[in-house]
């Protein structure tokens, strides 16, 4: 039925009128505070619905979301999606999901979703993309959907996609029988133990084959089958490109797959005859000759089955950094796009999503252009609702919206739907302007808090220390441009020779250039993404580019050059002006712009993968000089932060990213905040840790074994690792009980054996040696040990002396750094049971089980002593180990950001000093909004501040320092944790006493 032409003009007019509220501005109302949340099947949608009386009572204004939609079976984390469109069963149903939200919305709590771009997860033959992919090749109507190269560099690959799944070398495997032909739900397919693997229906006629002449086979319905085969047989190849050839497969070949199918279970003698041929096929192991067949018929596949090493030098199609089972699509294809988002713009329609958090946006070909769209999907999704109206765009958005937006500039924190991007800032880089989003996931302030809470004294005598226990020197520098190296010689070697044979081709048109030999163009390569300073560009498909693009392709192309004396420097240049787009010298030096484009944003999408493989997943396990400092974003080679630095950070982000993410633990952070928090004491007391280093070595040298090759694990490097991580993560409880012990060393072992591997020093994931793991982790059960009266564990007694101090003035830098993480200009984030102490490691250390009942039961408690803050004080600081005093300033923060909610998303930012005697030892700032005004004072190197004696930093402690308060700031003031009050005199001075009179971190707000 038509409509009308009142009521089509009537919706016309509603369109437009929603379009207009948008592009004044109209926009999400941003989060307050957020709360991360783990999806997964231990913790579904029904568990998370048990716990929003919980976050309301805390503070929160947004649950913060892990994904949600359908991935892969037993997935504990999400990121590996196999449907865009669906919810993952795994963690609930629509109506479990329907649930959740109507009591988040009770509530007044929005949901920001975890959404992943990049790639899909495609392991286990659920993915019903990648599946036709494999069925069909480039004749799929999904072969464009993923990143595959069809024409790679080996001639018997062209039209074939490399599948790196057999444990052995392939012939071995064929041989051993382990590549099976079966009937799986009435298809035949391939089985390599749990992998499903379809079978090209053109090519089903080569198994029947084996059986020889089959009208000689008995049964009323082998006629049948034989039509049926010859069907299949006339069907064109599965690496057609022509049009019309490829719509004859996509629109007849399921109907005849249907037909043999349904024959099969029809009719015994079908089945029978299928048997038959395919335990030919299959083979006799001893008998080699007998499993030709079977190779001739897996040699007719779309995929070429390989052993997994191979894919580091030879996989054609991209991958999540070097995992094969997580493969990238085309998301810069409109059709992508609209064929994953369908669901999500429903969710955002229905008021379900109300904020999106974009997973590795790096990996994306054009992530401006993905920005802009998701911009738009949010924009459509509030005009039309969820299902789309009106003439559509290929990317599946209504042109109409898509014209009157499509020019729109949508850059900076303007645009109407709350977007967050997991983009890895190095040091001195910030995020484009133009990118319509509204910050980071927060790595930034993580280290930039963290930074500020270690003492840069330390600095000399723990580089001494490191370097006396490895007995050598080590250039952080080398060891980053080394290990990158590696990334691209083993695990993106295969993509290295992709972009080389595209350089390769562009050099042969340049009479200048053509002389590069293939070995030199790749090592320019290599030298160059080695020496990358940041993890990526962002030129985009138009050729686009800005100043802060030309200067980091600059610097690397120095650095390279510098590095590599030896090697011809009109190389580098060369390359250079490709990346740069420059050099077209009256069309005789480059030849085919195109071609030099494409080469240029294919290796942007390389440089982040070699980035954060070489640094994050490999130096940051080698580099353990101080390992506070390796985390995501971090730069293990800057000593702390200035408070300078810190102050003019967050007063830039105050101006521009008001509503970006502060994070302090994340789900891949390399270990939490409070584990940060502790290890940082050791800047303040470097003699005493070394002495104990040497103490620890000393004791422990006796419980190391020799292995037969003469190696002595752990080697120095990986046993100072071991003794900081032992110290950060030791539990405030101890380990005097078996359990708690027995617990411990389980994920000291678990660690530890994940740290040598991610090293690559040792030994590796690809190279693995049991010998070696098992002494390692013999020697974390033996030093543990509790020993006897008669024969002491004389590290854990050393261990005992050093404990107190580096717990309590830890449990003192997580309070002042949960402190500015609340108060900070930003949105602050606390992952799942962190509003409590937590001493968790990597993943999957950090995705154990939150005891959620125990923190309901601390919210109810000290809900009880609200009207008596002085008493609660005192209680906090006795029992400071029970985590309630972290849990008590989250709550009071969180509260008050809820009270003053404009104060602190759009209230001014005044760093604050303090008297010189106490200057280093105070974090000060003021948010300032309409006369409104709070403050927030946190210690800082407490440890040096009561010169090691356990005690906490109140009250006489201060002596006579003091706050300088700007003229502009007047009053009394209240202390949100305490009750007590300040005023400020003509002075214009708080005393640090006063601020600090009962608790160790201060929130005061106008009176």
Known sequence: MRSSPTIFAEQKSALAECMERI?????????????????????RFTDAEQLIGYLHELG????????????????THGYDITDHNSLNPEIGTE???????????????????????????????????????????????????????????????????????LGNYYGDELEAARIKLSLHDGLIVFLYYERVLPVDPQTIPMIYGALGDLRQRQGHRMPELIAVLEELRGYPPNWTEDHDLVLTRQRGLPNVVERLSELIAGSESVRQATEDAMAILNGEVGDTRSFDGLHRLLEAQAYRLAFWRVSGEEINYRRFFDINDLVAIRMENPRVFADTHRLIRKLLANGDVTGLRLDHPDGLFN??????????????????????????????????????????????????????????????????????????????????????????????????????????????DDLIYDSKKLIMDTALASEINVLTHMLDDISGRDRRARDYTRNVLSDAIRETIACFPVYRTYIDERGNMNARDREQIDKAIVTAKRRNEGMAAGVFDFLRDILLLEGNDGGERIHGYRKMLYFTLKFQQLTGPVMAKGLEDTTFYVYNRFI?????????????????????????????????????????????????????????????????????????????????????????????????????????????????????VHRIQEYMTKAIHEAKVNLSWVNQNPDYTEALQEFVASILEPGSVRRPNQFLSYMDQLLPQVQFFGAINSLSQTLIKLTAPGVP?????????????????????????????????????????????????????????????????????????????????????????????????????NGRHAIAVAPRLSCTLMKGIVQPPIGRAWDRGYLEIPPEITGTFRNVFTGETVSIGREQRLLCSEIFRSFPVALLVSA
């Open 60 to 75: 929160i204004s947004h649950c913060y979301a892990s994904p949600i939609l359908k991935a892969r079976a037993g997935s």
């Open 95 to 165: 109506e479990e999901f329907h649930q959740l939200s109507t009591k988040l919305k009770e509530h007044g709590i929005g949901f920001i979703l975890d959404v992943v771009p990049n790639h899909m997860g495609v392991g286990t033959g659920e993915n019903r993309w990648w599946q036709d992919v494999l069925e069909n090749g480039r004749a799929s109507e999904f072969a464009d959907y993923f990143d595959i190269d069809w024409n790679p560099l080996k001639p018997e690959l062209r039209n074939k996609l490399l599948l790196p799944i």
């Open 829 to 929: 984030d606390i992952y799942q049971g962190q509003e409590m102490w937590d001493f968790s490691l990597v993943d999957p250390d950090n995705r154990r089980p939150v005891d959620f009942e125990a923190r309901k039961r601390a919210v109810s408690d000290l809900n009880h002593f609200a009207d008596a803050e002085s008493e609660l004080c005192r209680t906090l600081l006795e029992n400071w180990r029970d985590g309630h005093i972290k849990l008590w300033t989250v709550m009071q923060s969180l509260r008050l950001r809820q009270q003053e909610r404009e104060l602190f998303m759009e209230g001014s930012y005044t760093p604050l000093s303090a008297s010189y005697l106490h200057e280093k030892h105070v974090i000060a700032y003021a948010r300032t909004l």
């Open 367 to 476: 992530p401006l252009q993905y920005f802009v769209r998701a911009q738009m999907l949010y924009t459509a999704s509030q005009c039309n609702g969820a299902t789309p109206e009106g003439e559509l765009a290929e990317n599946g958005i209504e042109r109409e919206i898509q014209s009157a937006f499509g020019q729109r500039d949508w850059g900076g924190p303007s645009a109407p739907l709350y977007l967050l991007v997991e983009k890895i800032l190095e040091p001195g880089e910030h995020l484009p302007v133009e990118w319509p989003v509204d910050g980071t996931v927060g790595y930034d302030f993580a280290n930039l808090v963290n930074g500020v809470l270690i003492d840069p004294a330390g600095e000399k005598p723990l580089t001494q220390l490191y370097h006396r226990v490895l007995e050598r020197t080590v250039d952080i």
């Open 23 to 43: 592009a004044a501005g109209k926009r999400q109302l941003r989060p307050t505070s957020t709360y991360r949340l783990q999806f997964h099947s231990n913790f």
């Open 628 to 744: 506070s400092l390796n985390e995501v974003g971090g730069s293990p080679e800057t000593f702390g932060t200035s408070l300078l630095q810190f102050h003019r950070a967050n007063a830039a982000r105050a101006g521009t990213w008001a509503a970006s993410m502060l994070s302090t633990s994340t789900h891949d952070t390399k270990r939490s905040e409070d584990v940060r928090a502790r290890l940082n004491v050791l800047s303040e007391m470097p003699r005493e840790w070394s002495t104990h280093v040497m103490r620890f070595r000393r004791v422990n040298k006796p419980k190391k074994l020799q292995l037969s090759d003469g190696r002595v694990p752990p080697d120095a490097n990986e046993e100072y690792l071991l003794y900081q991580t032992l110290l950060g993560a030791w539990p405030l409880e101890g380990i005097g009980d078996p359990d708690c012990r027995e617990s411990f």
